[in-house]
């Protein structure tokens, strides 16, 4: 392993059942399961290099070009339990060699963007590649980020909640993979690069702890989830749109009952949902979706056919170097980031 270096690359995923709030803040483990479709690798991704080799004194990280803190409780989780696995095969002491880790993301990280997602995935693929770890990653992933452990498969995934006290049966598995609808698109539409003020971790423990409107979501999350599972292998778009948009409103209306309340939406997320409404109620059909994590960034789910109408609407709505609302104090517009073929 010494002087070895490994170079992977993993996706973002979207959440349509979401997920938010743990039962176990250590070892990750939420109080709901949740489902996401993961984008593909040429789309927004985190690219990860990793490099092992006995003249390194200590084990270092970069992000976006810039040297973080190795210390950060979650990569040591990562890194311990990759170097636990290796230890287990008996491949040597090289297990204690350290590592230089390099990452950079090809979208704005901690914008809601699920920046957390791809990179932790990545980290833990490629460390796993470069030690010659097999078996389940998605437990490992999980517990550098919650929702990286989805973004460990393609496709449709559902990252199960799991019962076990250990976390051990709190995995991700594909429910469907990504040929499975073909005619199905995600647009993102950036309305801030910005990192978001109040972070995951700080959001979801607030919730859990004062939010009354949270045990009611706890309730209703698994009848969500097998109407989605349903309305995923049925390819059916309106049951799919409708859930998606339901769950994104409930889990924002779960971070305004937070007390002191969460805001992540903005005016322009606002004007977006409207938006989007009002297509669908002009079409007689639902056509489009939206969702949104912790960020004001929305991500469009929509059919092949309605692209190009709907990038004209938002083109029309929001055109680039408008002045509508936050993005003339911003000096930005919209971006329609990414159109996914
Ligand atoms: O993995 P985290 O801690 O970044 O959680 C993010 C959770 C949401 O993105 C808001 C929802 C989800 O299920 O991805």
Redesign the pocket.
């Known amino acids: 392993m010494d002087g070895k270096c490994c170079t992977c690359r993993a996706p973002v995923n979207i959440?349509v059942i979401?997920?938010?709030g743990k039962r176990d803040e250590k070892l990750i483990l939420p109080v709901n399961s949740?489902l996401?479709a993961t984008l593909g690798m040429d789309e927004l991704h985190a690219k990860t290099s990793v490099a092992a080799s006995s003249q390194f004194k200590d084990d270092r990280i970069w992000l976006n070009g810039k040297e973080e803190s190795v210390s950060n409780p979650r990569i040591q989780n990562v890194l311990k339990e990759i170097r636990r696995r290796y230890a287990q095969k008996g491949d040597g002491d090289s297990a204690v060699m350290k590592v230089h880790i390099c990452s950079e993301n090809n979208f704005p990280t901690a914008a809601g963007l699920?920046s957390?997602?791809a990179g932790y995935a990545c980290m833990v693929y490629t460390l796993a590649r470069l030690y010659g770890v097999d078996g389940e990653l998605s437990e490992v992933a999980r517990q550098g980020?919650?929702?990286?452990c989805r973004s460990v498969y393609g496709g449709f995934v559902l990252w199960e909640k799991g019962q076990r006290s250990d976390g051990t049966d709190s995995l991700a598995k594909q429910i469907a993979p990504a040929d499975h609808w073909p005619a199905l698109r995600i647009l993102i539409l950036v309305v801030s690069d910005q990192k978001k003020q109040v972070g995951?971790?700080e959001g979801m423990q607030t919730t859990v702890a004062t939010s009354e409107l949270m045990q009611r979501r706890i309730e209703v999350v698994p009848q969500h989830t097998e109407q989605m599972i349903k309305a995923i292998k049925d390819r059916d778009f309106e049951t799919f749109a409708r859930i998606t948009m339901q769950e994104s409103n409930q889990?924002h209306a779960v971070c305004l009952d937070t007390y002191p309340p969460v805001f992540y939406l903005t005016d322009t997320s606002r004007l977006i949902i409207q938006m989007v409404h009002a297509y669908n109620t002009m079409c007689e059909k639902t056509r489009v979706a939206y969702t949104f994590?912790?960020g004001p960034n929305a991500c469009l789910y929509l059919m092949e056919e309605d692209v190009a109408r709907v990038v004209g609407l938002v083109n029309h709505f929001f055109p680039p170097g408008s002045d509508t609302s936050e993005n003339f104090v911003r000096g930005r517009p919209v971006t329609l980031l990414e159109q996914p073929s």
């Open positions: 959440a979401k997920y938010w949740s996401s699920a957390s997602a980020s919650g929702s990286a995951s971790t889990f994590d912790a």
